[in-house]
C-alpha cells in the first residue's frame, strides 16, 4: 500500500475542462460506497480537494491503482468528455511533496496565495466528518498541514500575494478609475464571496448589494451589514449593477447570457464588467460574445499580478528544500509506524490461529521458541497477511519478547 494521487490544474486544463470534475462532500460519501465495493482492500482510503485551481484526489492503495480510481470515478461521477491526458499521476515521496506543494500555495497560479492553505485543511475536514479516511492518509494529511505551515512561515513565498477575492479587486481597480462611483453586484455569499464585499469596503467601494439562494446577513464589521437577496431578484439587480462578481457552488450558470442582454437593453448599453470566480462557472461563457460586456474568469483574472514574482520565486525555491526534506522524514516515519503495524496484525493473526488448548500451555509455560519457530515456518493464503514475511524478517529474540507481550496482555 502506498500514497498515491491524481489531479487536474491550471497548468494541464482551461476552466471550462476543470469544471467539469468537481469532488465535493455529498459526491465523496456516493464514491466512497462504490470504490469500496470495486476495489475492496485495494484501496485503504481516499479523501478529494476542488478549488479554483484544480481537483485532486489523494489516497493509500496498491501500487499502481491510481488510473483505475480515476477510469471509476469518472464512470461514477458519470464524465464523459473530459481527456485523461489532462490528469496527472503521482505516488511516494513526489505524491507526498506535491501535497505540500498544493497546502503551501507553491503549486497555485498566483504563487505563493494563501487562501489553498485552508482549503487543504476544508477538505481533509470534511473527510474526517464523513468518515472515509483511514489512520495511514490522515496521518499522512496531519503531515503535509505541518510542513506547509512551516514552509510558508520559514520563508516569504507568502510576499504581498493577492487571494483571489483580491485578484478580483485588483482587477475592478485598474479598469475602473473610480470604482467607489461604480454599482457592484456579488453573487453568492459563501466565504470567497463574503472576502470579496469586505475586500471592496475596505477600499471604499460601497455601492454593494449581495444575491444568494437564501437571504442571510454579511457581517463586513462590527457596526456595518449587508442583507441578500434571495435569487429571485437576480436579474433586477443586474440592470443596475456596473460590476457583477459572481462565487456561488452551482452545477449549473446562474447568469445567462439572454439575462445580461436584457439587463443591457434596461441600462441602454451601458457597459457591464463581469468576473465569475466560480468554478464550475456562474456565467455563461456565450456573454463573451456581448459587445458592452466584458467577461473574465477565474483563468483570466489570475493572469493580471506579477508583483513580486521574482521574489516569491526565490522563496519558493526555499520552501521547497523545506519540502523535500520534511516530507521524507514524514515518510520514512509512516514507513516505519506501517511496518509496526502490520508485524503486529501478522502476529495476533498467527496466534489466533491457536487452539484454546496450546494457547493455556504456551501462557504457563512460558516457552516461545517453538512458536517462533512455527510463525517462521508458517504460511497463509490471506494476501492481507503477506504470507507472515514482514514479521519473518525479524529477529527471533524480537519477536519472542512480542509474543510474550501479547501473553502477558491476553
Known amino acids: 500500500m502506498e500514497l498515491q494521487l491524481f489531479g487536474i490544474n491550471h497548468k494541464t486544463s482551461n476552466v471550462s475542462e476543470r469544471e467539469k470534475i468537481i469532488i465535493n462532500e455529498s459526491n465523496q460519501i456516493l464514491l466512497d460506497s462504490h470504490l469500496k465495493e470495486i476495489f475492496k482492500d485495494d484501496i485503504e482510503s481516499f479523501f478529494g480537494i476542488s478549488t479554483c485551481n484544480r481537483t485532486e484526489l489523494y489516497l493509500i492503495g496498491r501500487k499502481n491503482i491510481c488510473k483505475e480510481v480515476l477510469n471509476e470515478v469518472l464512470r461514477i461521477l458519470k464524465i464523459e468528455d473530459l481527456s485523461k491526458e489532462n490528469f496527472y499521476f503521482l505516488s511516494g515521496h513526489d505524491a507526498l511533496v506535491h501535497m505540500c506543494k498544493v497546502a503551501s500555495g507553491i503549486d497555485s497560479q498566483v504563487l ?47 510576499l504581498n500575494s493577492l487571494s483571489v477575492s483580491g485578484l478580483a479587486i485588483k482587477l475592478v481597480k485598474n479598469i475602473f478609475e473610480n470604482p467607489e462611483n461604480q454599482n457592484i453586484l456579488v453573487v453568492g455569499a459563501g466565504s ?185 515456518t508458517s504460511k497463509t493464503e490471506n494476501k492481507n497477511l503477506n504470507n507472515f514475511e514482514n514479521i519473518k524478517n525479524i529477529d527471533d529474540h524480537i519477536i519472542e519478547s512480542m509474543i510474550k507481550r501479547f501473553f502477558d496482555n491476553a
Do not use: C, W
Open 112 to 158: 505563493g496565495e494563501q487562501e489553498i492553505f485552508g482549503q487543504f485543511k476544508l477538505a481533509y475536514k470534511n473527510a474526517k466528518n464523513i468518515n472515509i479516511i483511514g489512520t495511514n492518509l490522515s496521518f499522512l494529511a496531519e503531515k503535509v498541514i505541518e510542513i506547509s505551515k512551516k514552509a510558508r512561515t520559514q520563508t516569504n513565498i507568502g
Open 192 to 376: 470567497l464571496a463574503q472576502d470579496v464585499i469586505k475586500s471592496l469596503y475596505r477600499k471604499g467601494i460601497n455601492n454593494i448589494k449581495s444575491v444568494n439562494r437564501s437571504i442571510r446577513k454579511i457581517a463586513i464589521n462590527d457596526t456595518y451589514e449587508i442583507l441578500s437577496s434571495s435569487l429571485e431578484a437576480l436579474h433586477d439587480h443586474l440592470e443596475y449593477a456596473d460590476i457583477v462578481i459572481a462565487s456561488s457552488a452551482t452545477e449549473l450558470p446562474l447568469i445567462g447570457k439572454g439575462a445580461i442582454e436584457n439587463a443591457l437593453k434596461a441600462r441602454r448599453n451601458k457597459p457591464m464588467l463581469l468576473i465569475d470566480l466560480g468554478v464550475p462557472r456562474n456565467i455563461e461563457e456565450e456573454i463573451r460574445d456581448i459587445e458592452q460586456a466584458y467577461l473574465f474568469s477565474i483563468d483570466d483574472i489570475e493572469k493580471i499580478t506579477q508583483e513580486n514574482y521574482g521574489q516569491r520565486s526565490i522563496e519558493a525555491e526555499k520552501a521547497m528544500n523545506i519540502i523535500v526534506m520534511d516530507a521524507q522524514a514524514a515518510l520514512d516515519l509512516y514507513s516505519q509506524k506501517s511496518l509496526k503495524g502490520d508485524i503486529n496484525i501478522q502476529l495476533e493473526a498467527f496466534l489466533k490461529t491457536l487452539s484454546e488448548k496450546e494457547f493455556q500451555q504456551f501462557k504457563t509455560s512460558k516457552d516461545f521458541a517453538e512458536l517462533v519457530k512455527a510463525i517462521k
